[in-house]
């Protein structure tokens, strides 16, 4: 029998039982793709698995040492970890965001950090960097901005001095915004004197910033804390109003030698002040009479009319005498137990003072003043 149907079949196979069906068909080229791209997507994600297992084992990448040259880096405000890491690492001050990102979740240094700008060195390490940005001392100025510093206590005379140079706001400018309270926020109980509302503190001045604008702020500053203290509640329990706290908190900055005084000075304040007695202040003499370099008035000064004067004047003086800070406000709103209607600082260097219930106490630490100030350097009596 003939086998050509068969041969029809199978395209003439040359070799008996072969036959074209038996070998595998083609594959199309889409099913080749899908297969290569699994085939990488295998290799390349146990890459990547195997990357951020291993970075887990040994740490994530970190400079060593404290860096080299330097940059400037603004740090944002209400910026997080992330966020912060992320920057540190752009500018190449870390090795990795990772590395600081890291560190700032299980270190407490990390509250501290401050919106700013800082100067810092590139190449850090994560735990370098962190101590540099707690650092104070490496916060700068952004481009044409400056930084003024009140200190506690500085009068309006002084303040003016101090921005007039450090910035480019002339004294000129300062006291023109002084003398417009509605223009800087002057609360009414100032009654247009801005003398212990300008807060002391650090503040950041821009290059294009206004007195009245850097002003403005102080008192704002002023006022929040006064807000954050709750003053005019508890002033009211002291038998005081917001102001006379002020003007306590600023007698307190001159005539305590150390912090642990303020509040031992409020209550002899206020003791002399419950049994009708003058308080008898240097500090507010010399304030009327614009006296600085020493603690000492004379007969003259004591005799003025100023309403200043608490020698001749009853009461408090009428306002602040500079502007207090937040410890001397919280000492004039919590006041010491004591029955003290005196005290005196008989060592100027060290800032003892002795408190004393008796006017013949009184004068015996008086006695101890005179005979430390016949050895002292001149400079301080």
């Known amino acids: 029998m003939s086998d050509s149907g068969l041969d029809l079949m199978t395209g003439g196979s040359s070799g008996p039982g072969r036959r074209r069906a038996d070998s595998p068909p083609s594959k199309p080229w889409g099913r ?12 390349f994600g146990g890459y990547f698995v195997w990357t951020k297992v291993s970075g887990y084992i040994s740490g994530p ?23 912060m890491a992320d920057i540190l690492a752009k500018k190449d001050v ?41 650092n104070k001392g490496n916060i700068v100025g952004a481009p044409g901005e400056s930084r003024v510093t009140i200190p506690e206590g500085s009068r309006i005379k002084n303040i003016t001095k101090i921005i007039a140079a450090k910035t480019k706001i002339s004294a000129a400018d300062v006291k023109k915004a002084l003398a417009d309270p509605d223009a800087i926020g002057l609360p009414a109980v100032a009654k247009g004197n801005p003398e212990g509302y300008l807060f002391p ?86 304030y009327a009479s614009g006296r600085e370099g020493d ?10 009319d100023s309403p200043y004067n608490t020698y ?5 003086p009428p306002g602040p005498i500079g502007s207090p800070g937040a410890k001397t406000i919280e000492a004039a709103l919590n006041p010491a137990d004591g029955a003290w209607l005196y005290f005196v600082a008989v060592n100027l260097e060290t ?31």
Do not use: W
């Not at 603690?295 to 003025?304: D, L």
């Not at 001749?312 to 408090?316: D, H, I, S, T, V």
């Open 94 to 134: 870390v090795k990795s965001a990772e590395a600081f990102y890291q560190l700032a979740l299980k270190d407490t240094r990390f509250q501290a950090i401050q919106a700013g700008f800082y100067k810092l060195k590139k190449q850090m390490s994560a735990e370098a960097a962190m101590k540099a940005l707690v």
């Open 312 to 316: 001749k004047a009853p009461g408090l």
């Open 32 to 43: 080749r793709i899908v297969t290569l791209l699994v085939i990488l997507a295998l290799v």
């Open 201 to 286: 503190a650090t503040y950041s001045v821009g290059a294009k910033t206004t007195a009245v604008q850097l002003l403005k702020q102080m008192v704002a500053k002023t006022l929040s804390v006064a807000k954050d203290l709750d003053i005019g509640t508890r002033a009211r329990a002291l038998g005081l109003n917001g102001e006379q706290v002020l003007t306590v908190a600023s007698i307190i900055e001159y005539e305590a030698r150390k912090s642990s005084d303020y509040p031992k000075v409020a209550r002899v304040l206020y003791n002399r002040l419950k049994d009708g007695m003058l308080l008898q202040l240097d500090s507010t003499v010399s």
């Open 295 to 304: 603690v000492f008035t004379t007969e003259a000064e004591r005799n003025s």
């Open 61 to 83: 990448a970190d400079y060593s040492g404290s860096g080299t040259g330097s940059v400037v880096v603004e740090i944002p405000r209400n910026s997080n970890g992330q966020q």
């Open 351 to 381: 800032g003892e003072t002795v408190f004393s219930n008796t006017k013949a106490e009184h004068d015996a630490a008086v006695k101890k003043l005179e005979q430390y100030c016949q050895t002292a350097d001149d400079k301080i009596c």
